[in-house]
């Protein structure tokens, strides 16, 4: 039975010697998706039209050169032998971290140009980009990559999961762990949760670091499942950041609420 089990074919369609991925397209509709939601969120919390359209100008190049770059490096034993693959993201391999350092230092510059809150931006931004993260696993689904280490399709199938995931974690001859879907569904489940802390109108900043905590922690626990992390010798490299990010962020928030830094809260109008 397993002979007859391909994998669902990356390129989407060919335009003459174009070759289009899928892996493209999902990144590009979650970023679509997340600008969308980010926009539209933005207009309801009184900011300026176009900020955040005029913000993805910027933020969405940066973060992806940022993402190639961040992974390059910790890869560069491999890339410093094969310079022309670097710029081949459309067979995989941007970082997270890296498109996260990427964005926050361009709104950061953003925000101080147009005399808008950093806090209240990145507020605005963090279910769009959980959610953008979500759907962009689904890339790595199709290139087959970002997968936990070997199991069973019995164990698979006791996941009740579809019969296409099943065979597409069905890679050379072993069945692997969906670790793009464990951390999708986490991602998913954040998006629900930072839509609906909303309506507690927390003060400015904490939505955004609730997002950090949160995808951190869903990221520590899939990152120890999966086979290819990016390493700094013993150190899986997207694991100690987490716990970092996770700590920063506590501290930040109880460093603010303790010193009062903020008197605005997220529904606050003002910029």
């Known amino acids: 039975m ?46 300026p039209k176009d900020t955040f359209a005029d913000l993805m100008l910027w933020a969405i190049p940066i973060a992806i050169i940022s993402a190639r770059i961040y992974y390059v490096l910790f890869e560069w034993d491999y890339y410093s032998g094969h310079p022309a693959d670097i710029p081949k993201i459309w067979n995989g391999g941007i970082a997270i971290h890296g498109a996260l350092i990427g964005s926050v230092i361009t709104t950061i510059v953003f925000a101080k140009k147009r005399g808008i809150s950093f806090w209240k931006i990145v507020d605005i931004a963090a279910p769009s980009l959980i959610l953008g993260q979500a759907i962009g696993r689904w890339g790595n689904f199709m290139n087959q990559e970002a997968h936990g280490g070997e199991v069973t399709r019995s164990f698979l199938e006791g996941l009740h999961l579809p019969e296409f995931i099943i065979n597409q974690m069905y890679i050379n001859g072993t069945y692997y762990h969906p670790t793009f879907l464990y951390e999708s569904l986490w991602d998913f489940a954040g998006f629900i949760l930072l839509i609906s802390l909303r309506r507690a109108n927390f003060r400015r900043g904490e939505l955004f670091l609730s997002y950090v905590i949160w995808y951190s922690v869903g990221r520590f626990f899939v990152e120890g499942l999966r086979t290819d992390s990016l390493m700094l010798g013993s150190l899986r490299m997207a694991q100690t950041i987490s716990i970092a990010l996770v700590i920063a962020s506590v501290a930040i928030l109880l460093y603010r609420r303790r010193k009062n830094q903020t008197e605005a809260h997220y529904l606050d109008q003002t910029n």
């Not at 892996?23 to 900011?47: D, F, K, T, V, W």
């Open 2 to 47: 397993n002979e007859t089990i391909h994998p669902l074919n990356p390129i989407a369609f060919s335009l003459g010697p174009i070759q289009v991925h899928w892996y493209g397209i999902i990144i590009g509709s979650g970023l679509a998706l997340a600008l969308y939601l980010a926009i539209r969120e933005a207009n309801r919390r009184g900011l």
